[in-house]
């Protein structure tokens, strides 16, 4: 009877160790897997990093060259507005002189004018 006792004692105390060891067993595949799992993160985070670097560096070459394009369009327009001006020049010379003969003679239609109200108002000069 004590043999029984002793052999129900020990197969208790093996179930009760087989079943720890199974938790074990699961606890460190489950932690294996956890491991495999974080490294593939640590992969993707840095091939994430890298690919978000390349862009980056990418995107301040391309934000540089959009400068350039716009001090060019900034160029261009005033070298425009000066061929224009230089294109126009002789225009407005010419322009510029006949304003100045209609000047005069507006000038003159309005002395005649003048002069011919005061003639018959009797005022003479």
């Given at each position: ?5 002793e052999?129900e004692?020990m ?10 060891l199974?938790r074990l067993?699961q ?7 956890q ?16 690919l ?10 391309l934000?540089?060259?959009q400068t350039?394009i716009?001090?060019v ?15 126009l020049?002789?225009l407005?010379?010419r322009?510029?002189k ?9 000038k003159?239609i ?16």
């Amino acid at each position: 009877m004590a043999e029984s006792a002793e052999l129900e004692t020990m197969n208790y105390r093996l179930t009760n160790i087989e079943g720890k060891l199974s938790r074990l067993e699961q606890m460190l595949t489950q932690e294996a897997l956890q491991e495999r799992d974080i490294s593939e993160l640590q992969k993707s985070v840095s091939r994430f990093l890298n690919l978000y670097t390349e862009q980056s560096e990418r995107l301040r070459a391309l934000e540089e060259k959009q400068t350039n394009i716009e001090e060019v369009k900034k160029a261009l327009n005033a070298h425009d507005k000066r061929i224009e001006a230089l294109e126009l020049a002789p225009l407005q010379t010419r322009a510029e002189k006949w304003t100045v003969i209609v000047d005069y003679i507006f000038k003159a239609i309005i002395a005649l004018t003048c002069t011919m109200l005061l003639s018959k108002v009797g005022l003479s000069l």
